[in-house]
């Protein structure tokens, strides 16, 4: 799922090259600002703007697509049975599996969230329509509650199996598993970023005037950022957060809110980042330009595409970088 895991946390436990070369690129038919996710084989799973979710090989080759009824913004969700979850502008949530559709349910509105997946089955997802919904992995509701703003922010679950979104007027919003509240917080601006939730439970995300982060229900600390965060953060095991805002900024945090690294990328990030085992950092550019960057944010190499990206790179098992353009296609790198 978007970032990798249910946390959010956009890590990958395995050395990346610091100067790869391209492996494959497959064209889709619209812009890709959806993330990449990959599977324990290497295969990817992409929305496109032109509304088809697209499955490829590690190889580059298309295994299958469906086509829903309008644009696919947010990241898709695998399950272990390979069952793909999606949301989309024409306002459904949609279980595919080998290109057929198993079910899909209608949301109250148009979906840029990601779905995030629990150990029970359970399958999260937020809609502009102001609700974040609870599906059985079969389609059946669980439950929906109503957030009084836009969610577009993707849910990330903590270790005991509570929820935590952000939403456009400025509030985290943690959840039990079965709906009730546990905490709001507030901050300034709109929330569009995704939480990520170190393994100590504290939850970091952006925000319109910085990186915050929350501890046992209330604000711990705020990073003040020179330009909104709508990208959300990755973070190493060592407890260290990076991410970047829309005039090129790229942090590192640590877990207590010390800044431990800045370095400017010349051109707008809204795609999040990806840490890895070996201390890399790689990231993409509104220039359309990924860059991978070591721990202290010296720049190592730069690959370029034919448009902006928005996109978050995935990592795949063997160290490839995955990761798509708004030039519409799909990359891997390694």
């Given at each position: 799922?978007?970032?990798g895991?249910?946390?959010r946390?956009?890590?990958a436990?395995v050395?990346?090259?610091?100067?790869?070369?391209?492996?494959?690129?497959?064209?889709t038919?619209?812009?890709?600002?959806?993330?990449?996710?990959?599977?324990?084989?290497?295969?990817?799973?992409?929305?496109?703007?032109?509304?088809?979710?697209?499955?490829?090989?590690?190889?580059?080759?298309?295994?299958?697509?469906?086509?829903?009824?309008?644009?696919?913004?947010?990241?898709?969700?695998?399950?272990?049975?390979?069952?793909?979850?999606?949301?989309?502008?024409?306002?459904?949530?949609?279980?595919?599996?080998?290109?057929?559709?198993?079910?899909?349910?209608?949301?109250?509105?148009?979906?840029?969230?990601?779905?995030?997946?629990?150990?029970?089955?359970?399958?999260?997802?937020?809609?502009?329509?102001?609700?974040?919904?609870?599906?059985?992995?079969?389609?059946?509701?669980?439950?929906?509650?109503?957030?009084?703003a836009?969610v577009?922010?993707?849910?990330a679950?903590?270790?005991?199996?509570?929820?935590?979104?952000?939403?456009?007027?400025?509030?985290?919003?943690?959840?039990?598993?079965?709906?009730?509240?546990?905490?709001?917080?507030?901050?300034?601006?709109?929330i569009?970023?995704?939480?990520?939730?170190?393994?100590?439970?504290?939850?970091?995300?952006?925000?319109?005037?910085?990186?915050?982060?929350?501890?046992?229900?209330?604000?711990?600390?705020?990073l003040?950022?020179?330009?909104?965060?709508?990208?959300?953060?990755?973070?190493?095991?060592?407890?260290?957060?990076?991410?970047?805002?829309?005039?090129?900024?790229?942090?590192?945090?640590d877990?207590?809110g010390?800044?431990?690294?800045?370095?400017?990328?010349?051109?707008?990030?809204?795609?999040s980042?990806a840490?890895t085992?070996?201390?890399?950092?790689?990231?993409?550019?509104?220039?359309?330009?990924?860059?991978?960057?070591?721990?202290a944010?010296?720049?190592?190499?730069s690959?370029?595409?034919?448009?902006?990206?928005h996109?978050?790179?995935?990592?795949?098992?063997?160290?490839?970088?995955?990761f798509?353009?708004?030039?519409?296609?799909?990359?891997?790198?390694?």
């Open positions: 799922m978007f970032g895991d249910a946390r946390t956009h890590y436990n050395a990346v090259r610091s100067q790869p070369d391209l492996k494959w690129r497959h064209e038919e619209g812009e890709v600002w959806a993330s990449p996710v990959v599977d324990a084989a290497g295969t990817v799973y992409a929305g496109s703007l032109d509304g088809k979710l697209y499955v490829v090989g590690a190889d580059g080759v298309l295994l299958w697509s469906v086509a829903t009824q309008g644009a696919l913004w947010g990241s898709a969700a695998v399950s272990g049975d390979a069952t793909v979850f999606v949301a989309g502008v024409d306002t459904h949530l949609y279980a595919l599996r080998l290109g057929r559709t198993l079910w899909r349910r209608k949301l109250d509105n148009c979906a840029f969230s990601s779905p995030a997946l629990g150990q029970d089955g359970s399958v999260y997802v937020g809609a502009s329509g102001r609700r974040l919904y609870c599906f059985d992995s079969n389609g059946s509701a669980r439950w929906t509650r109503h957030l009084g836009q577009e922010s993707s849910p679950l903590l270790p005991d199996g509570s929820v935590v979104v952000g939403t456009r007027d400025g509030r985290l919003v943690q959840l039990t598993h079965t709906g009730d509240l546990v905490f709001a917080v507030q901050v300034r601006g709109p569009s970023s995704t939480p990520a939730v170190f393994e100590t439970g504290t939850i970091v995300f952006g925000g319109g005037d910085g990186v915050h982060a929350v501890r046992a229900g209330r604000l711990a600390w705020r003040k950022t020179r330009a909104p965060v709508t990208a959300s953060p990755a973070l190493f095991p060592d407890g260290t957060a990076v991410v970047g805002d829309l005039n090129g900024n790229l942090y590192a945090v877990e207590s010390r800044l431990r690294a800045h370095v400017n990328l010349g051109a707008p990030i809204s795609s980042a840490t085992a070996n201390g890399r950092i790689v990231v993409g550019t509104h220039a359309g330009a990924l860059h991978v960057l070591d721990a944010g010296r720049r190592l190499s690959f370029s595409t034919q448009g902006p990206i996109s978050s790179p995935a990592i795949t098992r063997d160290g490839s970088i995955v798509g353009s708004r030039d519409g296609s799909l990359y891997a790198l390694g």
